[in-house]
């Protein structure tokens, strides 16, 4: 078992829907990251969270620590949107990151 | 600021060379942070330097290595390359335990 899973793996949507990617770990945290690649690789950091919720532009980040998970949602999704979206963890036992394995979405016009 | 710089973007290497991938922090960033995205996986943590020393090192083999210079840039080097290296190696760079800055990574390729 990972420990950190994503779900769903791939998810396609139309252009203004609502989207909810879900991010679930096993491991105690110090903080988890929602990113974002492009294709070709790049990487943007969008939320680094420890509790509660963050919000920027059309984004939201949610955090629950007793039940370990995490949110990102979408709001008017557009295709620009499309990216694979990654949740990575901090554990409180060291400095690096554990990665989810990401989820592919797929903003249609 | 400039943000986290990697060289070269593309690198195309046969079994078994040798590659080296070079990265630049964040001016004031003191650790740098090596992770490997196989085509199809998700990315795995390879390597973490600060102040010039290795403090933890992913499940890779010895052939992975790297080190960090005082001017805190770093490369990954990577010996008797063989196929299943093929893959974005990505750098990130933080000031101790701040948020982790990516750089754009690069392919490289093993033919």
């Known amino acids: 078992k990972n420990e950190v899973e994503q779900s769903p793996q791939n998810l396609t949507a139309q252009e203004g829907e609502f989207i909810t990617i879900n991010c679930s770990y096993s491991?105690?945290?110090?903080?988890l990251h929602w990113l974002q690649q492009h294709p070709g690789g790049g990487i943007v950091s969008l939320f680094m969270l420890s509790s509660g919720k963050k919000k920027h532009g059309r984004l939201i980040a949610t955090i629950n620590i007793q039940e370990k998970h995490s949110s990102l949602h979408i709001t008017a999704s557009h295709p620009r949107d499309s990216a694979v979206y990654i949740c990575?963890?901090?554990?409180?036992?060291?400095?690096?990151?554990?990665f989810g394995e990401g989820t592919q979405l797929t903003v249609n016009p | 600021e400039a943000g986290v710089t990697q060289s070269p973007t593309h690198l195309i290497k046969t079994r078994g060379q040798q590659a080296t991938l070079r990265c630049s922090p964040i001016?004031?960033?003191?650790?740098v942070y090596w992770y490997q995205q196989a085509l199809g996986l998700g990315l795995q943590f390879l390597l973490w330097y600060d102040e010039g020393e290795e403090r933890n090192r992913g499940n890779f083999p010895p052939r992975f290595s790297g080190r960090q210079f005082p001017n805190y840039s770093s490369e990954l080097n990577v010996n008797a390359l063989e196929l299943e290296d093929s893959a974005l190696y990505l750098c990130?760079?933080?000031?101790?335990?701040?948020?982790?800055?990516f750089g754009d990574g690069t392919r490289l390729s093993i033919l």
């Open positions: 990575a963890v901090k554990e409180t036992s060291g400095s690096r990151l554990t």
């Open positions: 001016s004031g960033h003191t650790s």
């Open positions: 990130a760079s933080s000031f101790w335990l701040q948020p982790q800055h």
């Open positions: 491991v105690g945290i110090s903080a």
